[in-house]
């Protein structure tokens, strides 16, 4: 299966381990820090790829070291670089990662991604892909005008489609879902998401709003909750896969997607790609950063069984 992602791109500066709880004023000590591959988009199409699929990366860097991390960690992934463009003028985006159990606090600079639009795309390449994921609507300013176009044109040319986009650093929430989800196979929110872009106050609000709306399947991602599927006025939820000994919980929604990617471009049923998701997402924060965990086939498919009691199939 070939797939194509758009999406931003990013190293992740993570901070680990401090003295105290950061501050504006003061100054605090980090005893672990890594920089690693960041990005939704990234770190969906490289666990997508070490899970055995063929993936394109469209999007922005610049030519600094920053792209260089990004590029190497790709080709480690064997996601194929051919199609990124290179802003010379603009940096590669970061994130800085202020670690704190299975939550965070995150500074991004967007750098080249606020600069890719859809006049670095090929719209004629489409056609050789079966599946087109997008992520991050936010942190694509130039981008995010002409999604709904992007997926309308995937369709068309009879690809499936998946939409995460992301949480809004503005908290405008300035995104019109009716005009995307029609065009959108499986929708990736978490519960903050869909809820702030529902404008709504609850979980079961935003279900109900997003019931008037012409979407195909939503899989609302919970945390350690789990993941509610949403298709055909119905709703699944999966209590998801407890990990009690969380080493790292950076890209776990994102790990979660690839997951049920994997098995939806494989035509399974919805309840098994919700737990073959679920799997991947737990295997995910066993290891450090969004992709390692995933990296090496013995080590998942052990880890499934050892640490969760799934076989990972």
Known sequence: MKVLVIGELNVDIILDD?????????EVLAEKMNITLGSSSAIFASNLSNLGNHVDFMGGIGNDYFAEVILKSFAKHKVRTQLLTRFPNHPTGATFVLNAGEDRANVTHLGAMAHFSIEQIDLNQLNQYQHLHISSYFFQPKLKKD????FRLAKNGGLTTSFDMQWD????????????????DIFFPNEAELINATHSQSLEEAINHLRHINYHICAVKQGNKGSTL???????????????DVVDAIGAGDSFNAGFIHQFIRRHPLDKCQDYASLVAAISTTQIGGTRALEDRQYREEKAIAQFGKALS
Do not use: C, K, M
């Open 18 to 26: 401090f003295s105290d709880s950061p501050q504006i004023g003061r």
């Open 147 to 150: 999604i709904s176009t992007l």
């Open 169 to 184: 650093p503005l908290e405008h929430w300035d995104i019109d879902l009716s005009e995307i989800l029609p065009y959108v």
């Open 230 to 244: 949403l298709h055909n006025q119905s709703s699944n939820h999966h209590p998801g896969f407890l990990n009690a």
